[in-house]
């Protein structure tokens, strides 16, 4: 069965002028990355050395203009040779400024160059001019790619409501968004949960997965993935109930992924082994990250709350994860957050929930019946005859 990871972020550096030195100086990066080149990266792994699909993972992202950086290309490399490791990768778009994730045009030439190893997704800031027309373009051209490619993926469309800041359950506003979505049978992998801006007390509906409640119920081709399942993590939890405000997006996600057809899970970034996590949200937790000057996302808040309390899942929640029904079991799908956590994350991921969630997410994306075109859904519909 194949393994897929719908959650993995190709982030470039911020700053344009190290593209060419493809230096991996993302922060969301973890340490086995950050801040070396290709060149230092290889140099730690002698497996890599000499190594031709290195080679021509290398050659392919060069020749379509986009960095070789160390994440990347070990990724790619992990996904062609290692059984342990996904084999299909959703990598994901996200348009808002100062994005550091692939652009739109850069995504398609990545699906392009490894037709069977990678999905894309598109992404259009909600909040953005011509919102409705951009996605619909973005679309149209990712659904003629798989087409020409004959990949069978369906569309996915990345949102994150927080960076983005748009009200997911804002139909209003929203609908022509969700019908272009609806019609071309789209899978729209969402972040959920609070932990990145702790401190904007307005964000924290905006990251509930129940905003997502109507949007399942109405339209019912789309796919909705609810990316770390609203993140259900003891000291965010605790610090809100200091507050006086009581956090339910876990609680509220597991509701959300048991009630509806179309809604899944993804645990991206919270399960670990040991008493140190994986990748910045390790880093994080031990408070030897520095994020300097990124307090828009209340990084610096959180780390002083983390140095206080041990960052965790409550136990109870990993077990009803692990022994709960086999109906939950096909609705939590794998999603890595690669490079925030580490290669082997999936590894990680089987050990503590018991089942393998990268065998689930394939069924997410396998775009089935009808195969989905803007074209073919527009089309008027045919005069019914009577036989
Ligand atoms: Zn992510």
């Not at 597991?254 to 057809?261: C, H, Q, S």
Request: glycine share 8%; with cysteine; hydrophobic share 40%.
């Amino acid at each position: 069965m194949v393994q897929m990871d719908c959650h993995v972020h190709f982030a470039k550096p911020e700053h344009d002028e190290n593209v060419a030195a493809e230096r991996d100086d993302s922060p969301w990066n973890n340490s086995d990355y950050r801040g070396k080149t290709l060149a230092e990266f290889i140099a730690e792994r002698s497996e890599y050395q000499g190594n031709s699909i290195i080679d021509m993972i290398v050659q392919k992202l060069r020749g379509i203009k986009f960095p070789a950086l160390p994440h990347v290309v070990e990724k790619i490399y992990r996904a062609i040779m290692d059984p342990e490791c996904p084999q299909k990768l959703v990598v994901l778009a996200m348009d808002y400024p100062g994005s550091t994730q692939p652009t739109h045009e850069e995504m398609l030439r990545l699906v392009e160059a490894f037709p069977d190893i990678i999905t894309g997704t598109v992404s259009v800031n909600p909040n953005g001019k011509d919102a409705a027309v951009i996605l619909e373009r973005r679309l149209k051209e990712l659904i003629e790619l798989n087409g020409k490619l004959g990949n069978g993926w369906r569309p996915g469309v990345k949102f994150h409501p927080l960076a983005q800041n748009f009200d997911p359950g804002d139909l209003k506003a929203m609908e022509r968004l969700y019908r272009i979505m609806d019609e071309t049978g789209a899978v729209i992998v969402t972040h959920t949960g609070v932990f990145q801006r702790i401190i904007v007390e307005r964000d924290i509906e905006l990251a509930d997965p129940m905003r997502f409640r109507e949007v399942a119920e109405r339209y019912h081709r789309l796919n909705i993935v609810l990316s770390h399942m609203g993140t259900p993590d003891i000291v965010v939890t605790n610090w809100w109930a200091a507050q006086g405000v009581e956090v339910r997006h876990f609680q509220n996600a597991l509701d959300m992924v048991m009630r509806f057809p179309n809604v899944y899970g993804d645990m991206g970034g919270l399960l670990w082994t040991g008493d140190r996590p994986a990748g910045v949200y390790g880093e994080i937790a031990m408070g030897d990250y520095d994020f300097g000057d990124r307090a828009q996302f209340g990084f610096s808040r959180v780390r002083s709350i983390l140095e206080e309390e041990k960052y965790s899942i409550p136990g109870s929640i990993l077990r009803l994860l692990g022994l709960g029904s086999n109906q939950l079991h096909e609705k939590l799908i794998y999603g890595s957050d690669f490079a925030v956590t580490r290669i082997d994350d999936l590894k990680r991921q089987k050990e503590k929930l018991g089942f393998n969630p990268a065998e689930n997410t394939e069924r997410v994306f396998r775009a089935t019946r009808r195969a989905a075109s803007l074209s073919q859904v527009r089309a008027p519909p045919r005069p019914l005859r009577c036989a």
